[in-house]
Nanobody
Framework: QVQVLESGGGLVQAGDSLRLSCTIS?????????MSWFRQAPGKTREFVAG????????AYAYSVQDRFTVSRDNDKATLYLQMNNLRLEDTARYFC??????????????????WGQGTQVTVWG
C-alpha cells in the first residue's frame, strides 16, 4: 500500500512562516503524478490550496494564498513541499497531501486524487 506522510505543522504566530513536507513511499507513483495540498478547518469543507505537476513545469494556487505560499517538489526524494509565509488566522486548518491520477494537469477537486495522507495541523494565533 502507498504510504503518504505529512509533517511540519505546528502552532505559530500570525505573520510567521512554516514549511510543510510530504513524503510518498512509492517513488514511481510520485514521479508520475501531479501533487497538491488541500486544507480543511473544523466545520468547513476541504479546499484546494496549491499544486504542482509531475515535472514541475506548472503550479496552481488558491487565490487566498497567492504571493504567500510556494509549492515545490523533489522527485529524487519523492517529497512535496509547501512554504507558507505571512501566515494568517484564517490559514488555521489541517493540511493534506494528495497525489492525482493526472501527470500534466493539476486538478482542483478531491475526486481527482486517489492517494491521501492523514494531514498535519497548522494553527495560527495572534
Amino acid at each position: 500500500q502507498v504510504q503518504v506522510l505529512e509533517s511540519g505543522g505546528g502552532l505559530v504566530q500570525a505573520g510567521d512562516s512554516l514549511r510543510l513536507s510530504c513524503t510518498i513511499s512509492d517513488e514511481r507513483v510520485f514521479r508520475s503524478c501531479a501533487m497538491s495540498w488541500f486544507r480543511q478547518a473544523p466545520g468547513k469543507t476541504r479546499e484546494f490550496v496549491a499544486g504542482v505537476n509531475y515535472r514541475a513545469t506548472d503550479t496552481a494556487y488558491a487565490y487566498s494564498v497567492q504571493d504567500r505560499f510556494t509549492v515545490s517538489r523533489d522527485n529524487d526524494k519523492a517529497t512535496l513541499y509547501l512554504q507558507m509565509n505571512n501566515l494568517r488566522l484564517e490559514d488555521t486548518a489541517r493540511y493534506f497531501c494528495a497525489a492525482s491520477r493526472s501527470p500534466l494537469l493539476i486538478p482542483k477537486t478531491e475526486a481527482s486524487y486517489h492517494h491521501w495522507g492523514q494531514g498535519t495541523q497548522v494553527t495560527v494565533w495572534g
